[in-house]
């Protein structure tokens, strides 16, 4: 099975070109590849396929093998895929996902290759865990306290398609995510288990996040996490709404617009290619 290896701020998967090949389990697969030692390598794998209502499809899935609605990181990644192997030929295209079908503008070098993706990742909604508030897409979100182990967290949950809670801090970098993060993770108010993001502010336009994502542990960024951190920290008055985070493997670019979308920009590369042999 022929494959590509790519990052987005250092949140890695192995990318599967669904157009030519066939995945026949693709959540076992991502268990097998994700392996740091036995396998490939990465957060979880990725498939590229055709769509009838979009460009293309994205289908992801994390190292644990659980299937998620979508991937901010992953799908800046998707866009250069599919641009360089000429599976789309705009630099504007749709991809269709589990969140719903996102328009993408990619941004290419003086070689037509693409380094930079800017993604509409639509509209927050603003929840309690996997309980919709009032379904109204303006409520305030009021952050829920719980105990978490010897602790008590004020968070504020706010999805993208899939599930994040966002909690600040004051030294993310000193921060005991993985004492914490899977606790919440796994917590009875999350149906569906939820992302983790823990945050430092730096200013009014510049945050520090660290990430304990649902299906993959402690990872380097989380696109979709950025877009709930944004929400939190307008929210919450910490910040405007363009700010830039600061994540472990590199910088994204925030904006939730006046319109009530969420703008991620941020890098998406490709590391290598390589032939898999699936166990
Ligand atoms: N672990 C996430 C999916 C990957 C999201 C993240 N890598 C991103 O860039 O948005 C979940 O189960 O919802």
Known sequence: MKFAKMQGAGNDYVYVNGFKETVEHPAR????????????????L???????????KMRMFNADGSEAEMCGNGIR????????????????IAVETGAGILTLQL?????????????????????????????????????????????????????????????????????????????????PLFPNR???????????????????????????????????VTVAAVLGGHTERRILNHLGGGDLEMEWAENGEIYMTGPAVQVFEGDYDPR
């Open 194 to 228: 939820t992302n983790v993001e823990f945050v430092e502010i730096l200013s009014r336009h510049e945050v520090r996040q660290r990430t304990w994502e649902r299906g993959a542990g402690e990872t380097l960024a989380c696109g979709t996490g950025a877009s709930a």
């Open 77 to 92: 990644c998707v866009a250069k895929f599919a641009y360089e192997r000429g599976l789309v030929a705009s630099r504007e």
């Open 107 to 187: 941004f290419t070098d003086d070689f037509n290759r693409v380094e930079r993706v800017r993604v509409n990742m639509g509209r927050p909604r603003l929840t309690r865990g996997e309980i919709p508030m009032t379904g109204n897409p303006d409520e305030q979100v009021v952050g829920v306290e719980l105990q978490i182990l010897d602790r008590t967290f004020h968070i504020t949950c706010a999805s993208m398609g899939n599930p994040h809670c966002v909690i600040f801090v004051d030294n993310v970098a000193e921060f005991p995510v993985a004492k914490y993060g899977p606790a919440i993770e796994t917590h």
């Open 46 to 56: 990725i498939l590229i396929l055709p769509s009838t209502v979009a460009d293309v």
């Open 29 to 44: 697969l991502a268990m097998e590849i994700s392996d740091r030692h036995f396998g490939i390598g990465s957060d979880g």
